[in-house]
């Protein structure tokens, strides 16, 4: 995490109290920059989110998973015969006059 203080100083246990409040408050998320800006007796903090990384999750024979990477050679099998089902549709739009 970045952290930038301009108009004045901040100690590091104010800094980390700060930064504590937000992880706090935001949970969820991973902050990438924090912009503090001291003005007088008041402290304006901006930060930025980071991306979060995530798995693409599927259902593989009746498993919720990301990769098949931890299958045995029973599910691999499983998931190499796996049948794809597709609905033909031959409907023709027509025009009423």
């Known amino acids: 995490m970045k ?3 301009t ?3 901040l100690s590091q246990h ?3 109290a700060y930064v504590a409040h937000l992880k706090e408050n935001n949970p969820d998320k991973y902050i990438k920059t924090v912009d503090f800006t001291v003005d007088g007796e008041y402290v304006d903090a901006k930060f930025t989110y980071d991306c979060v990384p995530f798995e693409r999750i599927r259902r593989i024979t ?3 998973v990301g990769t098949v990477d931890r299958f045995n050679n029973g599910k691999r099998a499983e998931v190499e015969d796996r049948v794809t089902h597709t ?3 031959d409907c023709a739009m027509e025009e009423i006059a």
Do not use: K
Request: hydrophobic share 40%.
């Open 7 to 9: 108009g004045g100083t």
């Open 62 to 64: 009746g498993y919720l």
């Open 14 to 16: 104010e800094i980390d």
């Open 3 to 5: 952290i930038n203080v």
């Open 87 to 89: 609905l033909a549709c």
